[in-house]
């Protein structure tokens, strides 16, 4: 996204050029799924697509918001900050200027323009991109010099606690500390941070199904209850267990018959994926291709299987994949429901792998995928 197109979109829309702007990525998670709000661990890199935000500061208290690519406008007072259903892109917005005041910072009241191109509903977190990109412009606006992780966290205070979705950190954290060409191992307790080198050679390409992921918001925060009940009822017998990341594969094993059958399903999908996340970066790391395919693949099949949160057009995709010789590993990406799938494929084979895929997928489920070959790339930034 170009510097010059944001700020263009602010010119025309407002007549007048933009003090500041601030752009943040979206990311492809290649590996731990659901695992960060259970303090786990996770594999994203952000992507080159993202949401770029420019502003100008105006008189008086009203906040005014152009979704530029939506044609839409919606203005809004610092003391009324509340959720309006007309405009749920404005939320994002106001979900930061709230975070933000909660921790003490008033931000000048201005007029913003929005824009990206991250495909919605897709699994690409453009809502974190925009969150993240929102507080980068809000610093600015208001003259604050806020730590990088900071950022992070504000951006999912404002979707925790004003848009209402209980997301982890993963996507926050992606769209800030990514990195042209690697991966993030990121600790989602601790939030220490490595970056991991795509193997040579190879592509990310990412399917979308053009399910768009409706369900996503209350299955989610159910699949999250699951988890702390699964915690709650394991501390019994393990009292040094705060979070399922401190559950070894072992003794989940053992404890497993203790648990109602739904909730076991859940605690062993989240207990396995963080330790596949570690064998994926080692895989990755001595080029075991072989190996990254079985782990991305088993981590697929136990989001179908145990957690729950595939759908059959995301398991065909996988299936097409898994079938092309040049693919080394293909899962669903983000919260599931529909969205995406992330498949690992040899740069010469991006073409074909596509046309078998796109094929396949339209005889099996009748309906039409997009596929995007994303390069790994730099988090957020003020423009
Ligand atoms: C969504 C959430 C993330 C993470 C994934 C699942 O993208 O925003 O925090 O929980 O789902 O891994």
Not at 59 to 85: I, K, M, N, Q, Y
Not at 156 to 171: L, Q
Not at 268 to 278: C, D, F, K, P
Request: charged share 25%.
């Amino acid at each position: 996204m170009e510097r010059e197109a944001v700020l263009a979109a602010f010119r025309d829309l407002t007549g007048r050029d933009a003090e500041t702007a601030a752009y943040a990525p979206g990311r492809v998670n290649l590996i731990g799924e659901h695992t960060d709000y259970n303090e786990g661990f996770v594999l994203p890199a952000a992507i080159d697509r993202g949401v770029a935000l420019a502003a100008r500061r105006v008189s008086g208290d009203a906040f005014t918001l152009h979704a530029v690519d939506l044609r839409e406008s919606c203005t809004f007072g610092r003391s009324s900050l509340e959720r309006d259903g007309r405009y749920p892109w404005a939320d994002y917005f106001k979900g930061v200027v709230w975070a933000l005041a909660n921790r003490g910072f008033s931000i000048p009241a201005c007029e913003v323009a929005v824009t990206g191109d991250i495909p919605r509903g897709a699994g690409l977190s453009s809502s974190a991109a925009y969150e993240v990109a929102a507080v980068l412009l809000c610093q600015s606006l208001g003259g604050l010099d806020l730590p990088a992780q900071e950022i992070a966290k504000l951006a999912r205070e404002a979707e925790n606690g004003f848009v209402g979705v209980a997301c982890g950190i993963m996507d926050q954290m992606a769209a800030v500390f990514g990195e042209k060409g690697r991966a993030l191992l990121l600790d989602c307790r601790s939030l220490a941070r490595e970056a991991v080198d795509i193997p040579s050679g190879i592509k990310i390409v990412v399917v979308n199904s053009g399910v768009r992921h409706s369900l996503a918001g209350s299955e989610y925060n159910t699949r999250r209850a699951q988890c702390d009940e699964g915690v709650r009822l394991l501390s019994v017998s393990l009292p040094q267990v705060g979070s399922l990341r401190d559950v070894a594969p072992e003794a989940l094993v053992r404890l497993l018959p203790d648990l109602p059958p739904v909730v076991a399903k859940r605690c062993w999908h989240v207990v396995l994926e963080n330790a596949r996340v570690h064998e994926a970066v080692a895989a990755m790391r001595s080029g075991d291709l072989a190996q990254l395919r079985t782990l991305m693949a088993a981590s697929h099949f136990s989001l179908r299987d145990d957690y729950e949160v595939s759908c059959p057009e995301l398991d065909i995709l996988v299936d097409l994949a898994l079938a092309q010789p040049r693919c080394h590993g293909a899962r669903l990406t983000g919260a599931g429901f529909g969205g995406s799938t992330v498949n690992l494929v040899e740069a010469e084979a991006v073409e074909s792998f596509s046309r078998a895929v796109l094929a396949g997928y339209r005889e099996r489920s009748g309906r039409s995928a997009d596929v995007h070959v994303f390069e790994p790339s730099a988090g957020a930034r003020s423009l």
